[in-house]
């Protein structure tokens, strides 16, 4: 069997009438180099900046039977032999049902990081027989269906992991920018929000044994998580985190969602404490002006430099800051 980018990773894809119903639709983010679609809804986003949604709990996912094979072979050919029992003890958290401007419950679930990996790195390739060449596989499967039309969450065959992420504003109005290193899986040596990842296991069961009762409380958790390690925040930072809205992004249309984690510290306290974020940014003339002249800038030095999670940051504060 052979394994090949596809050239054919649907060039117009469209939303299912589910998606368009809830006012989703494709936009686009022009980073100098290439143009990146995303699918969001300024409806569903300013419902879950208002609206807490409770969770349902489903069972673990698995690999649909039929598309596990496929998928392991594509992970193999990625990173080479992968050890399965060295993921066994991470899950990441994913969510199995449709957001809506109406929604009132979500429904989540665990799996492992393996599958996670597996599915993702599927996406972009297609697996060809060697003895007819003809095509077995399309790892856009997961996400898309035969005509091009994305799958809701509710019916897509991905996990849906809940992407995390915040863009940490200090006391004296400074955003915090992070960098992902340049040997990461995804965003290479991209400039990044504040914090950024997969929520896992551990932001919805919790060491005392409590678990998160709303999404918001996991994307939260989550993202305060990443920040703290990320930037390396003294442990005695008090922070206040609010989710500002949710958008699928082109990595396996995961959703993404995005908050603004206001710190109850100034840009001095947390250098003398160590803090280590990329770079310290000047909002002190308006948060949503600063950090989208900051990406443009970047992007005109060296294009393709700064992370679609950090425009969608940006965006979100605008809307918010109106």
Known sequence: MTVELSTTIQEN???????????????????????????????????????DLALVETDQYQIPERFARYSQIMLEHQLGEVDKEAYENHRVMGIFSDITKDSETVTVGQAEYYDMLATFYSFPYVYRSDETNLIEFKGSSFIYNDFGVVYPMSTNFGINPIGANTIAVTRDDQLLIQKQADDARTNPGRLMPSGSGVASWHDYAYDDGTRATTLQQIVVHGAEYKLVHECELPSDCKMTTKVMGMARVPTGLKPDFYCISTLGMTSDELKAAGAKPYEFLDGSNGLSDALLAYIASANEKKPSSVALQLYLEALLLAEICR
């Open 13 to 51: 894809p469209s939303l299912s009438q589910t998606s368009l119903n809830a006012g989703y639709e494709f936009r686009e983010y022009d980073d100098g180099e290439s143009t990146l679609a995303y699918i969001t809804s300024d409806s569903v986003n300013r419902h879950l900046r208002i609206h």
